[in-house]
């Protein structure tokens, strides 16, 4: 297995690809962004800190991918609000940080709500 280079810096840049036809615009590229919501129930189902969530994350932009996607809950199955405040840090300036969840969904123990979340992070 080659090893994993250090994550892309800098800004995010959506690219286009080339057009075969000069005279059109340009296609926009898809960006992945990879959902580690995985990595962490399977760290909340053994209890610590194992699989680490930020090692995952720099391995998927090590890997290529364009972004890093969570789906944080107010039970807290998946990621937790303190695992979205650490990994937008880590990812600011180099890739796509995309929060998804509901909305309405009430604040509940130490989520404070999707809406609040996102707008500290």
Do not use: C, W
Not at 37 to 46: D, E, F, H, W, Y
Not at 93 to 120: D, H, Q, S, T, V
């Amino acid at each position: 297995m080659p090893p994993i280079s250090a994550p892309r810096t800098g800004p995010v840049r959506h690219e286009t690809a080339p057009s075969p036809d000069p005279t059109k615009n340009h296609a926009p590229v898809t960006v992945l962004s990879v959902n580690v919501n995985k990595v962490a129930v399977l760290r909340n189902s053994r209890g610590g800190a194992e699989p680490g969530l930020e090692a995952a994350a720099l391995a998927v932009l090590a890997a290529g991918a364009g972004g890093i996607t969570v789906h944080p809950r107010p039970d807290q199955r998946h990621i937790r609000p303190a695992d979205v405040d650490a990994l937008a840090a880590l990812v600011r300036g180099r890739a796509e940080f995309n929060i998804e969840g509901n909305p309405f969904a009430p604040p509940r123990g130490e989520y404070p709500g999707l809406l609040a979340l996102a707008a500290r992070t």
